[in-house]
Each structure stands twice: as structure tokens, then as C-alpha cells.
């Protein structure tokens, strides 16, 4: 599944551990979801989206 | 999601659970080198203790940088977060149904008259490769 991830965790200056931390993941994860390797769990995912002050549909996509 | 460090309730279920593994390690061990044949009473102490030596060393990791540990460290302890869990879900499916051929295999080679021992030395060692490499190979992946 596509993602807005690295871009948003970069306009906000992040490093990917120091999101890992905030959101309570590991590093690896962050890496992974960035990828587009891993997709996170629903809960996870509402958690990245609230974390960014946005919208789950507007950070992650499905390509038609 | 994954806990930083283990929670308090976590430490005490581990260190429960290792001295119940303990006594029932030095139980069956006794019982083994008793009863047993040959060396097997000493050899499954031996290998117990390599085991243990190894889980401690694990714990430690954890439980001083969880963020520094594996992936599979942090699964295999509980404090994993969501995809660590998942990569060791996986890996042991993987495991596990690669254990129903290696089983058949082992029982074909003591049928046509291979050690029994040896043919269980190499099932074990077989299992785990498989584990090992599954558990690389998805997290890799993933």
C-alpha cells in the first residue's frame, strides 16, 4: 500500500527512530511502512494519522 | 505497537517461567542421566544450559535497549511491536509446515536403518536452519 509516510515524517523533521519513538514502534517499522514493505495495522495507521494531524485515507493509498 | 522496556508484571512472568523451565530442565535431566542411555542425561543438561545461557542474553538485550535488539529478540521476549510479532508469526509458519517433510524424511532414513540418534541430531539442527533462514529471509522482505 502506497503512503505518505517519509514525506510527511520529513516536513516535520523527524528522524525515523525519533518517530518510532513517538508512535511507540520500532525503527525497523518506520523503515518498513516508508518502503511500502509493511502495512500497518488500523490502529496503527489511526495512530500515524492522528500523529500528523491528518486523515488515514490521506496518508495511505490503494492504487486502483 | 511495542512496549519500550518490559513492563514489571513481564519480568516477573519471565523470571516465573524460567525457574519453572529450570526445575523441569534439572528434573528431566536427572531423570535422563539416571535412566537414559549412555551420555543423553548429560547432553540434554548441556544443551539446556547452552539454551538458557542464550535466552538470558536475550532478555539482558532486551530489557537494556529494546530499540537496539532484534526484531526477533523483541518478538520472541514479548515486547515486539506489531510487525515484530508478525515476522515471527510467519517465520514459524513457515517452520512449521517445513517440520511435516523433515518429520517424514527422519522417519524414512530410521526405517532404511540410519541411527536413530543421529537422524534426531540432524532433524533438530534442520528445524531450526529453516527457522532461521525463514525468519531472515521474511523480515528482509518486510
New interface residues.
Given amino acids: 500500500m502506497r503512503n505518505e509516510v517519509r514525506r510527511l515524517r520529513l516536513a516535520a523533521g523527524l528522524s525515523q ?1 525519533e518517530l ?2 513517538q ?7 518506520i523503515n ?1 511502512i516508508e518502503t511500502e ?2 502495512d ?2 488500523l ?2 495507521a489511526i ?1 500515524i494519522a492522528r500523529h500528523f494531524n491528518t486523515t488515514v485515507e490521506e496518508i495511505f493509498h490503494v492504487d486502483p | 505497537m511495542w512496549t519500550r522496556e518490559l513492563t514489571a508484571r513481564q519480568k516477573t512472568g519471565t523470571l516465573l517461567s524460567v525457574l519453572i523451565l529450570l526445575v523441569v530442565v534439572v528434573g528431566v535431566g536427572l531423570l535422563l542421566r539416571e535412566h537414559g542411555p549412555g551420555n543423553m542425561g548429560t547432553g540434554f543438561l548441556q544443551g539446556a544450559a547452552v539454551g538458557l545461557v542464550a535466552f538470558a542474553v536475550v532478555l539482558w538485550r532486551v530489557s537494556r535497549a529494546p530499540d537496539k535488539a532484534s526484531s526477533f529478540e523483541r518478538a520472541f521476549t514479548s515486547s515486539g511491536d506489531e510487525r515484530d510479532d508478525d515476522l515471527l508469526t510467519r517465520a514459524l509458519a513457515v517452520l512449521g509446515l517445513a517440520a511435516f517433510p523433515l518429520t517424514g524424511a527422519a522417519a524414512v532414513a530410521i526405517g532404511l536403518g540410519a541411527e536413530v540418534a543421529m537422524v534426531m541430531f540432524f532433524l533438530l539442527i534442520a528445524q531450526l536452519a529453516v527457522g532461521v533462514v525463514a525468519y531472515v529471509v521474511i523480515a528482509r522482505r518486510s
Fill in positions: 527512530r518510532g519513538e508512535l511507540s514502534v520500532s525503527r525497523q517499522t518498513s514493505k509493511y500497518p495495522s490502529p496503527l495512530v
